[in-house]
């Protein structure tokens, strides 16, 4: 069956960084953008970040832009946020999302980060 596995969540300081990552499985990996998405208490979700089905093309959410980057590695299924000089207001449940045109979606269950000191 269809699994979207995240990790790498934690607690840290702000100014630290952390890698996120997101496991598939279930489904032809390579045919599907992939995204990252966040949700803080309180709040909707809210998309990160999103790469192209072979990793040619990024974008990035304004918040975050020239701190995180998302990265694909097509032959282990696997779907990366780097996230550098973390602050506080990135504190959330962050989720990975498997998308394929028109309308088939996956989401993991997500993986929580807390920027604190």
């Known amino acids: 069956q269809v699994q979207l596995v995240e990790s790498g969540g934690a607690l840290v300081q702000p100014g630290g960084s952390l890698r996120l990552s997101c496991a598939a499985s279930?489904?032809?990996?390579?045919?599907?953008?992939m995204s990252w998405y966040r949700q803080a208490p309180g709040e909707e979700r809210e998309l990160v970040a999103t790469?192209?089905?072979?990793?040619?093309?990024?974008s990035y959410a304004d918040s975050v832009k020239g701190r995180f980057t998302i990265s694909r590695d097509n032959a282990k299924n696997l779907v990366y946020l780097q996230m550098n000089s973390l602050k506080p207001e990135d504190t959330a449940m962050y989720y990975c999302?498997?998308?394929?045109?028109?309308?088939?979606?996956?989401w993991g269950q997500g993986t929580q980060v807390t920027v604190s000191s």
């Open positions: 999302k498997a998308s394929l045109a028109p309308v088939t979606n996956y």
């Open positions: 279930g489904f032809t990996f390579s045919n599907y953008r």
């Open positions: 790469i192209s089905r072979f990793g040619s093309s990024t």
